[in-house]
C-alpha cells in the first residue's frame, strides 16, 4: 500500500496568480495537486487549506496555527509537505523544527521563485523533490528546494530571483538530487537532546527585537526596546561579537536591559562561522546573566528560538545553550 503524504497549503509565489493588483496568492492546496498529477503515482495523497497568505504576512500567530495542523496531520500520514513563500520560509521552517520536539516524520517545506501555472515556474520540480523528501521516512523539519535538503533551522533565502535561493548555513545540506534521486547525507552533526519538560511546545512570544550593530549605533536604542515592551533581544555584533563602548558605551546598556530581565542571544552579522564574545575584550561585557551567545546560529534561527524559549522562559531558557533542532553546534 501506498504511504501517506498530506499537503498543507499557506499560500505564497507557488499558490499565486496574476490580478489587477499583482501576484496573489489564490490556488488552493487542491487546485496544487490538480496541477501535479504525478504525485498521485507517489502516495496516497491529502490535502489541507491552512490559510492563504503572501509569506510577508506569515507571523508568529500563523505559525502555532502551522506546527498545530501538522500536529493533527502527523496522526494519519507518513509524510507531511508544506507549501509556503519564499520569503520568510526560512522562519516559518525554524519555528516549526523548535515547535515540534520529537516529530517522528518528515515535515518537509517547499515553494517556488514563480507560480506553478507560469510556464517557466520552478514550482513542479520543488514540489516533486519535496514529496520525495516527505517519502524518505527521515523524521525533522527540512526545506526542499532546487535540488537541495536543507535543516529547517539551517536554511537562509540568499536570492531574489534566482532559482536556487536557498543555501544551507554553517552546516551542509542534509541531502541533494540528481539523476539517481534523492541522497541523504549521513555525515554527524551536533547531537541534540530531548529538551524534556517544556509545556506547550507550541507556545511563543514574538516580543523578541532584532539589532544589527553599525559603527556609530546610539545606546539610547536600547532604552526604547526596554520601554517598548520587549522580552528578547537578537543581536547582531561585529565580527565573533563586538560591540563599540568608545563615545558610545553599548555594553553598558547592554547590560543595563539584562538586569531589567530582557534576555538577548548574540549573533554575528558574518554569515558563516560563528559569534564567541569570549575571545576579545570588546565582548567580554556580554559575561552576564541573561546573555547567550548564539554561537553559529543563521539570525532566522536564533529569533525564532529566542522567541520559543520565551514562550514558557522558567522552563525553556536553559535551551538556549543547548542544541534542539541542529541549529547550532555548540563545540569547536
Known sequence: MLPRITLLATGGTIASQQTDQGLMPMTAADGILDLMPSLRQLAR??????FMLDSSN???????LLAQAVSQAAQEADGIVISHGT?????????????????????VFTGSQLPLTHPHSDAPGNLREAFAMALSGRAGVYIAFQHKVIYGTRAVKMRTLGFDAFDSINLPPVGFFDADGLHLDDRADEPCEPPGDIGDPTAIDARVF???????????????????????????????????YIRRN???????????GIITLVTTQCLYEKADFTIYEVGKGFQAGGIYGAHDMTTEAAVTKLMWALGDLPRRQHLLVRCLAHEMRVKG
Open 87 to 107: 520569503d520568510t520560509m526560512a522562519y516559518s521552517a525554524s519555528a516549526l523544527s523548535f515547535m515540534l520536539p520529537g516529530i517522528r516524520i518528515p515535515v
Open 210 to 244: 532584532l539589532l544589527k550593530m553599525m559603527p556609530g549605533t546610539n545606546p539610547e536604542i536600547f532604552d526604547h526596546i526596554l520601554s517598548a515592551g520587549y522580552r528578547g533581544l537578537v543581536l547582531e555584533a561585529f565580527g565573533l561579537g563586538g560591540l563599540h
Open 250 to 260: 553599548l555594553i553598558d546598556k547592554l547590560q543595563t536591559i539584562s538586569r531589567a
Open 45 to 50: 495523497l491529502s490535502a489541507r487549506d491552512v
Open 58 to 64: 506569515i507571523q508568529p500567530e500563523e505559525w502555532q
